[in-house]
């Protein structure tokens, strides 16, 4: 009997024991299987998470931030304790102690899924498996992802330390508000950093892992809250915090950015704007779209914000001027269905859904408006971000009486008398606070709307090629396209100053005569016959006078004098154009460019002649802090000396190309200064420091500009429809652009101030009658009298004059500017002359840009 009890039990324990053999051998099997070909866990020990890159001022102040994930990457050692504690407490308790698994806890979540058939199936993955899962595996839920899971988890812990792999899960984990990372989250739902937060919302924060879309912090409050709790209680009991702070923090309220408790960081932030948007777009080309999004650089902009608004503003300001001037209500285009506006939580919901601009500040914030009512004569209206006072918000009539409306046929009704003529219920629209100018004291509500026009504006410093303020349009919000950097524009008059300047440089003068007559040319597309912008012709007139005034036949003349060729030759090596065609019409600015390049190649007359090269960006750092771009080249050959006393100034070695002449560069300088003294810019650009400076005005008006500069800013202007069409009679650079430059530069002098531009060395002046380039006594005075710079050595010869080789008929009678300022000066020749004498010409008619 005892044998065969022996002998059952035997077969029992080796029926158990081969089993347990076959099972060891069945797990080791699927474990060797699965263990195959698994990706390589040793990649995370270099694993650069994509963080945000952020774009700073040169006050280091953030103005902007891009990224796809929104995570700001935290070592482990700038992690508080708290806060790893939160996590691991509400994630895996037994962190620090197992191997990369936690065997107990698998089996525990096993039988609570068989107790409750299933119902209650939760994870018992630690944070070493999530990581796995994160990084290398994905989320599919299989049993071979689970095993897979566990083999690199467990080689995962023989690789890095503890610390090392909570680091990855704590940067790497989503936390809801598309922030990813403790970090981004600590931001977003507290704007705080990780060192301020408070025992319960670290523990708010490590609640979110499990699901972040189920704990959001307002529409699952409660939820969260008990969640949050939960966390708070295992720290205890992991013996993290006391019973007291547990306590303490237990009754602490849920609390977030998302329940208006905290102002959100981004509050602190601008609106995103042309600037920024623009150095994406560049930095995005320069170094890749994937890292400029993930790479966490940290970008120094040569923004000057205070300039930078001033821009916004002096542009808005001219664009606005104009659009209201035009009389035509186009509003937002946007309407919410009257049925919504029957409560005010109802018209306060769907107006913030509205996509509207919310970025203008012009005389006051602009705010977007619904039409509530419509009254005999006003509209009543509600702000948003405005609360409602008893009597309502109204648009009054007389704030309508400016405006018509466009049918639904294109044409345009009468002027509107009342608010119905142009408003309608449901219509959003924009409007500001119209004040007082003594006190600020309110007036009224009134309407404002984006302009159809639009335009671009920019300023640099002319030494640097720093970019201090950029504005691409009337509202970022409204069009993101720049029309500084992207819009191919027609630059008009504003080109001439290169025609100049390749004559400048071929040995002509300011004084030198070239012929203001009619010029009939043949070409493909038929006879063209430029005109000038008043219809008259001025006979024989010095180059300074041709350019103050704009002549459009002496630039085509000059042109064609010095050669198509050399002017193409000139643009292209200032960056005007890549490859600009040789034909005449090109001297008038018939070829498109852009803004930024204009503004950059008049910088280089500004400096005496040098190479500078634009730039929005000072220097750029990677994620550890190395320098990967500097766009200042110079070299201090003494900053590091020791011995350099306070008093002394370190030597700066520029190895900068020169692209012009520095004495053509003065020269021509000179010259655009007579554009502002008593051109085609006089009367509006009144700056009380030395300026120079050009307008621009295309054929029909459709393109107007003025680019202009003192002795450290340049600073340009274009308006136009994004369709070119014509702007309308009156539409000139200097009366539409010339305000807004204007405007800019007055604060710009006031900050950078300004002073009399350089005159280089190897030149001598000359006194000269500027309507017919008479050579005069160094001691004429007079308003018809300039002092010209001329080369050493090159003695200016008087009384040639060019005609470009174009054929002349007889008889034609100029218009005789000179003869209204006609004057007995002295020569230098010690006789008396009578400045500005008749000339007549051939006649021959004419057409095209001006």
Request: hydrophobic fraction near 35%.
């Given at each position: 009997m005892l044998r065969f009890i022996l002998s059952f039990f035997g077969s029992i324990f080796t029926a158990v024991t081969l089993g347990l053999a076959v099972v060891a051998l069945s797990i080791g099997a699927v474990f060797w299987i699965y263990g195959q070909d698994l990706p390589s866990h040793e990649s995370l020990a270099q694993y650069k998470p994509p963080t945000i890159s952020r774009i700073y001022s040169g006050e280091g102040q953030i103005i902007d931030e891009?990224?796809?994930?929104?995570?700001?990457?935290?070592?482990?050692?700038?992690?508080?304790?708290?806060?790893?504690?939160?996590?691991?407490?509400?994630?895996?308790?037994?962190?620090?102690?197992?191997?990369?698994?936690?065997?107990?806890?698998?089996?525990?979540?096993?039988?609570?899924?068989?107790?409750?058939?299933?119902?209650?199936?939760?994870?018992?993955?630690?944070?070493?498996?999530?990581?796995?899962?994160?990084?290398?595996?994905?989320?599919?839920?299989?049993?071979?992802?689970?095993?897979?899971?566990?083999?690199?988890?467990?080689?995962?812990e023989e690789t890095l330390p503890k610390d090392k792999i909570l680091e990855l899960y704590l940067n790497e984990i989503f936390l809801g508000q598309n922030s990813y990372g403790v970090a981004?989250?600590?931001?977003?739902?507290?704007?705080?950093?990780?060192?301020?937060?408070?025992?319960?919302?670290?523990?708010?924060?490590?609640?979110?892992?499990?699901?972040?879309?189920?704990?959001?912090?307002v529409r699952n409050k409660d939820r969260l809250l008990k969640r949050r709790n939960y966390v708070l209680r295992e720290m205890k009991e992991n013996g993290y915090i006391t019973a007291a702070v547990y306590e303490t923090e237990v009754k602490a309220p849920l609390q977030s950015v998302q329940n208006g408790d905290f102002e959100s960081f981004r509050t602190a932030l601008p609106p995103r704007d042309y600037f920024t948007d623009e150095i994406r777009r560049q930095l995005s080309d320069e170094f890749g779209e994937g890292e400029f999004f993930t790479g966490g650089l940290t970008v120094r902009a040569t923004i000057d914000p205070e300039m930078q608004v001033d821009a916004a503003v002096a542009l808005r300001r001219g664009l606005e001027e104009y659009d209201r001037s035009r009389g035509i209500w186009n509003g937002t285009g946007?309407?919410?269905?009257?049925?919504?506006?029957?409560?005010?939580?109802?018209?306060?919901?769907a107006l913030a859904e509205t996509e509207v601009s919310r970025d203008i500040q012009l005389n006051g914030r602009w705010y977007p408006a619904v039409v509530l009512e419509l009254g005999k004569n006003d509209a009543r209206i509600g702000i948003e971000g405005i609360d409602t006072d008893a009597d309502g918000h109204w648009i009054e009539a007389k704030d309508v009486q400016w405006a018509r409306k466009r049918l639904d046929d294109g044409k345009l009704a009468k002027k509107a008398r009342v608010a119905a003529?142009?408003?309608?219920?449901?219509?959003?629209?924009?409007?500001?606070?119209?004040?007082?100018?003594?006190?600020?004291?309110?007036?009224?509500?009134?309407?404002?709307?984006?302009?159809?026009?639009?335009?671009?504006?920019?300023?640099?410093?002319?030494?640097?090629?720093?970019?201090?303020a950029m504005q691409g349009g009337f509202s970022y919000q409204d069009s993101v396209f720049n029309r500084a950097t992207?819009?191919?524009?027609?630059?008009?008059?504003?080109?001439?100053?290169?025609?100049?300047?390749?004559?400048?440089?071929?040995?002509?003068?300011?004084?030198?005569?070239?012929?203001?007559?009619?010029?009939?040319?043949?070409?493909?597309?038929?006879?063209?016959?430029?005109?000038?912008?008043s219809n008259q012709y001025y006979g024989p007139t010095p180059l300074r006078t041709g350019i103050e005034r704009s002549r459009n036949l002496m630039t085509i003349r000059l042109a064609q004098e010095v050669g198509m060729d050399v002017v193409a030759a000139y643009a292209e090596k200032f960056g005007v154009y890549d490859q600009m065609g040789e034909f005449l019409a090109n001297s008038l600015g018939a070829e498109e460019t852009t803004l930024f390049k204009m503004v950059a190649a008049y910088a280089?007359?500004?400096?005496?002649?040098?190479?500078?090269?634009?730039?929005?960006?000072?220097?750029?750092?990677?994620?550890?802090?190395?320098?990967?771009?500097?766009?200042?080249?110079?070299?201090?050959?003494?900053?590091?000396?020791?011995?350099?006393?306070?008093?002394?100034?370190?030597?700066?070695?520029?190895?900068r190309e020169r692209v012009m002449d520095a004495i053509t560069a003065y020269q021509l300088t000179s010259m655009m200064q007579g554009v502002v003294q008593r051109g085609t810019a006089a009367g509006v650009v009144r700056l009380g420091v030395p300026t120079a400076g050009k307008t621009g005005t295309t054929n029909d008006a459709k393109d107007v500009w003025f680019v202009g500069f003192t002795s450290n800013i340049v600073a340009g202007c274009y308006m136009g429809y994004d369709t070119p069409r014509p702007l309308g009679r009156g539409a000139y650079g200097g009366s539409m652009c010339g305000p807004v430059f204007q405007e800019f530069m007055l604060k710009a002098t006031e900050k950078y101030g300004g002073g009399k531009f350089r005159v280089p060395p190897g030149g001598h002046f000359i006194k000269i009658d500027r309507f017919t380039g008479a050579r005069l006594a160094d001691d004429a005075g007079g308003e018809n009298v300039v002092a010209e710079y001329?080369?050493?050595?090159?003695?200016?010869?008087?009384?040639?004059?060019?005609?470009?080789?174009?054929?002349?008929?007889?008889?034609?009678?100029?218009?005789?500017?000179?003869?209204?300022?006609?004057?007995?000066?002295?020569?230098?020749?010690?006789?008396?002359?009578?400045?500005?004498?008749?000339?007549?010409?051939?006649?021959?008619?004419?057409?095209?840009?001006?």
């Open positions: 891009f990224a796809k994930e929104r995570r700001l990457f935290a070592p482990a050692d700038e992690i508080p304790d708290m806060v790893k504690h939160a996590f691991i407490s509400a994630e895996d308790k037994n962190f620090y102690t197992h191997k990369g698994y936690d065997a107990r806890g698998m089996v525990s979540a096993a039988i609570d899924a068989v107790k409750s058939r299933g119902r209650n199936v939760r994870g018992a993955s630690t944070i070493t498996q999530q990581v796995m899962k994160n990084f290398l595996l994905g989320g599919e839920r299989k049993i071979e992802r689970k095993i897979k899971e566990i083999i690199l988890a467990t080689r995962l981004a989250a600590a931001q977003t739902y507290f704007n705080k950093t990780l060192s301020e937060l408070t025992p319960h919302e670290a523990a708010m924060l490590a609640s979110m892992p499990k699901a972040p879309s189920d704990f959001h912090p946007k309407k919410i269905d009257p049925a919504k506006l029957s409560t005010e939580e109802s018209w306060r919901a003529d142009l408003l309608d219920v449901g219509d959003v629209v924009l409007v500001r606070a119209m004040t007082k100018d003594s006190d600020n004291s309110f007036i009224r509500w009134t309407l404002r709307q984006v302009p159809e026009v639009q335009g671009g504006f920019m300023a640099m410093d002319v030494n640097t090629g720093r970019v201090i992207q819009a191919m524009r027609q630059p008009g008059s504003s080109f001439k100053p290169f025609v100049y300047a390749s004559a400048l440089d071929s040995g002509y003068s300011p004084a030198t005569i070239v012929i203001d007559a009619p010029i009939e040319i043949n070409t493909p597309q038929g006879l063209w016959r430029p005109k000038n912008s280089m007359f500004a400096n005496g002649g040098e190479r500078v090269e634009p730039t929005l960006v000072d220097r750029v750092q990677d994620r550890y802090g190395k320098t990967i771009y500097r766009h200042d080249k110079r070299v201090c050959t003494d900053c590091a000396d020791p011995m350099l006393r306070k008093s002394d100034s370190p030597h700066i070695v520029s190895n001329f080369r050493d050595g090159e003695e200016p010869i008087f009384g040639v004059m060019y005609d470009g080789g174009f054929a002349m008929g007889s008889n034609l009678p100029l218009f005789e500017e000179v003869q209204e300022h006609s004057q007995e000066v002295t020569t230098s020749t010690g006789q008396r002359a009578v400045v500005g004498p008749k000339a007549s010409f051939g006649s021959v008619s004419s057409g095209g840009l001006y």
